[in-house]
Nanobody
């Protein structure tokens, strides 16, 4: 099993920045990819960003491209989401996810991930 714990959420003014962290524990050797998703009240969970555990491949949702940056620290089994130029529409619960399979996949849908964190609230005020 893999356990994921997010941190770094909070309240911020529009235009501000936050950095989210997600620490993995347990059978971390099985992780192939990690990512961030978010879900606002009354809306479906949506893809935000993803990164391969090894290699440089990353991908972002169009809505956050150029503002958010996903990164990893392999030695600490941790990923980060640096969020700049935050907008009120970024307000959501942000979830960290991990995929264990090395099979060919996009990493862009929640159904491709096996483990999830509990979520951390990000609120951006106008």
């Amino acid at each position: 099993q893999v356990q994921l714990v997010e941190s770094g959420g909070g309240l911020v003014q529009a235009g501000g920045s936050l950095r989210l962290s997600c620490a993995a524990s347990g059978r971390t050797f099985s992780i192939n990819r990690m990512g961030w998703f978010r879900q606002a009240p009354g809306k479906e969970r949506e893809f935000v960003a993803t990164i391969r555990w090894f290699g440089d491949s990353t991908d972002y949702a169009d809505s956050v491209k150029g503002r958010f940056t996903i990164s990893r620290d392999n030695t600490r089994y941790t990923i980060y989401l640096q969020m700049n130029s935050l907008k009120p529409e970024d307000t959501s619960v942000y979830y960290c996810a991990a995929r264990r399979s090395v099979g060919l996949h996009s990493g862009l849908t929640e159904y491709e991930y096996d483990y999830w964190g509990q979520g951390t609230q990000v609120t951006v005020s106008s």
